[in-house]
Structure formats: C-alpha cells, structure tokens
C-alpha cells in the first residue's frame, strides 16, 4: 500500500481549515488528498503545534527541522521519500504527486 505523509506546520486544528481566515492553499490541499484515500493510498497527517512527537520520531522529518527549520514545513513524503517542502502544492506538483503515488500520467499541455 502506497503511504503519503504530510508534516504540516503548527496550525490551530489538524489541517488548518478552522478559524476565520480559512488559507486557500489549505482548502485546495485537503481536497486533493481526498481521491487518494479513495484509491486505496494511506495518508498521514501530522500537525507540528498537535503531534510534536511525530515529527521527532522521523529521523528525515527530525533533519529536515534541525538543517532548514520550520520553513521547511510542509514536508510531503510518499513512501518514506521526501517529494516537497516548504510550501503547499501548486497544480503541476500535484500532478507529479498524483504521478509518483498513482503512476498516473500527468496531462499533457498543447
């Protein structure tokens, strides 16, 4: 079974779609997970301000904090490999996970 795992920055619920001032970002993030539980893809969450411990016990996630900070966060790993960091996923780098989780084709632009 694949296995995403996504080590986000403290926020104040576990994805960050609480509160007034919902991110964007956040919104289009928690739905694009949604069809890979829906294939059969394990995905973790992990919030840094909820599940410090998570984030310690990862000795990537561990080097990652202690070389380049919480800048670095989020960390998205498929499969233990870290794919990106420091930012939430633009449309392309959604395609390339979609890619490297699903082995689906990325579509091709004209």
Do not use: W
Request: aromatic fraction near 8%; charged fraction near 20%.
């Amino acid at each position: 079974m694949k296995t995403i795992q996504v080590y986000d920055p403290p926020m104040c619920c576990s994805t960050g779609l609480c509160g007034n001032e919902i991110d964007p970002a956040l919104v289009s993030f928690a739905a694009m997970l949604t069809p890979f539980n829906e294939k059969g893809v394990k995905v973790e969450r992990y919030n840094l301000g909820q599940q410090p411990m998570a984030f310690v016990q990862n000795p990537a996630v561990k080097a990652l904090l202690d070389t380049e900070g919480v800048e670095s966060l989020p960390a998205i790993f498929v499969d233990g490999t870290l794919h990106f960091k420091g930012r939430y996923l633009s449309e392309a780098e959604r395609a390339t996970l979609s890619h490297a989780v699903l082995g689906e084709s990325a579509k091709a632009s004209s």
